[in-house]
């Protein structure tokens, strides 16, 4: 096993056992959530477990069960670098939520986290040839969480998607590493296009709420787009955009927006 391999393994053992920790710490002053703790993460030897199953019992329908979907997780996981996805973003959404004060509300509370974490299985099913899987994982996931993410886009690690509602990412977009996005983002096509048309979000990138970036357009690293804003152009590295359509109002005043969450022009 590499280095880096080995550090990502343990980073995931080290945000486990934080969770296992504050799961026995609820129990001790609320005692009858112990069905809901004891099901959704006691019950679990790692966070790849309990994650399957709360998107099995999240997702899961009469005709696509729970266990249909828990399985189909647990697959994706072992095969994957998934369970490393997770733990990125559960750990970003501890570091830049100030509502979020414990690793355990992401993964029990948070439908942004989970949507998330929904939107990585179908894209593995997706490129592994189950579209079908994808798709309905898709479909549920709107339905639930309020969050439309195409199982082909690709999205990094390290993301937060706050409150997450009416957040649309369409089939061609990429976002890279350390994103933060709040709710109603749409990174979406212009018209009927077919082919590449979507946005590529670069890493470290903030994008506010409410604000829409339409069409095959590059927004650089670093950069910070504010909220409501209609971004019809690409926008270069470390700067900040606003207005409709969206303008260069500024630098984005710091080397990570994405982390200092700091929305002000």
Same mark, same amino acid.
């Given at each position: ?5 080995? %550090? ?14 504050? =799961? ?10 112990? %069905? ?6 006691? !019950? ?11 998107? $099995? ?15 189909? /997780?647990?697959?994706? @996981? ?6 490393? /996805? ?5 750990? =970003? ?56 993410? @195409?199982? /082909? =886009? ?15 990412? $369409?089939?061609?977009?990429?976002? $890279? ?5 709040? @709710? ?8 009927? !296009?077919?082919? !590449? ?5 670069? !890493?470290?990138?903030?994008?506010? =709420?409410? *604000? ?9 690293? *670093? ?43």
């Amino acid at each position: 096993m590499k280095d880096n391999q080995k %550090q990502e393994f343990s980073m995931v053992e080290d945000v486990w056992s934080e969770i296992l920790k504050e =799961a026995n710490q609820v129990l001790k002053s609320q005692v009858s959530m112990r %069905q809901l703790i004891g099901s959704y993460i006691l !019950d679990h030897d790692g966070l790849t477990s309990s994650l399957a199953f709360i998107l $099995g019992q999240k997702l899961g329908n009469t005709h696509m069960t729970a266990s249909i979907i828990s399985d189909l /997780a647990k697959i994706a @996981h072992s095969s994957t670098d998934l369970s490393v /996805a997770a733990c990125f973003d559960i750990t =970003a959404v501890k570091e830049r939520d100030p509502a979020c004060v414990r690793f355990i509300q992401p993964l029990l509370y948070f439908k942004g986290f989970l949507a998330l974490q929904a939107y990585r299985l179908s894209n593995y099913l997706f490129y592994k040839g189950k579209e079908d899987y994808a798709y309905f994982i898709q479909m549920r996931s709107s339905e639930i969480f309020g969050v439309d993410i @195409h199982p /082909a =886009a690709r999205i990094g690690k390290s993301i937060m998607i706050d409150h997450a509602h009416s957040i649309v990412i $369409g089939e061609t977009a990429v976002v $890279g590493d350390n994103v933060s996005m709040l @709710h109603n983002v749409t990174l979406g096509g212009t018209g009927k !296009d077919s082919g !590449d048309r979507h946005p590529k979000v670069g !890493d470290g990138v903030l994008l506010g =709420a409410g *604000c829409s970036v339409l069409g095959n357009i590059t927004v650089g690293r *670093c950069s910070k787009v504010a909220s409501g804003s209609v971004v019809l152009s690409s926008v270069p590295e470390y700067k900040t955009v606003a207005g409709v359509p969206a303008k260069i109002v500024g630098e984005s005043g710091c080397d990570q927006p994405s982390k200092s969450m700091d929305h002000k022009l």
